[in-house]
């Protein structure tokens, strides 16, 4: 049976004018969400907001069961670094490691042990020990991917993840997101400008004159 992993409601945020007002969504088990809107729509700061890093002007997000926003700095990192995942369009890799320590950090703090076939689905077996400077863009996305999912996360954000890849390289990213998110009774939120890439997930949703709307 389908259980909601995140419930927010009646989001709103402004910087020096009105991003969205009253948005509500829930992602269940087993379940993917894209949102897609222009640039400058709020899309990024609703996905920090859901994430637990932007505290919303109004409103609530239930996460796995926590008030996220009126719970302690400390339990929000546990969260976090444990049970969420973030994928950015950026790598934000530590550029004098090699792909495998980076992994190795992230699944050392959420408590995991690394599955070595995730390098495999991802075609980095064969780069993973090479320092991060020396792997293309694609690689390191793809590693910056593989560093997430070691964390087994029950969440997981995405930030225009493709934004910076081939159609091949897009294709392959999602492809393993959704299977994780099969597998393991995740839930994904995904930011993107690719109709494509949004269509490939359950649901789809558009930030749109301050609004949340469901798509077809």
Known sequence: MSKALL?????????????YKNVSLSINTSQSIAVMGRSGSGKSTLLHTLAGLIEPLEGSVEMLGYDLYNISESQKELLRREKTGIVFQQHYLFKGMSGRGNVEIASMLAKQNIDESIFKFLQIEKVIDQKVSKLSGGQQQRVSLARVLSKRPKLIFADEPTGNLDVESSKLVMEVLLDYVA??????????????????????????????????
């Open 7 to 19: 419930i927010a409601k009646n989001l709103s945020h402004k910087f020096d004018y009105l991003l």
């Open 183 to 216: 597998k393991n009774r995740a839930g994904l939120l995904i930011v993107t400008h690719d109709i494509d890439i949004a269509k490939r997930c359950d649901r789809v949703y558009y930030l749109k004159e301050h609004r949340l709307i469901k798509g077809d």
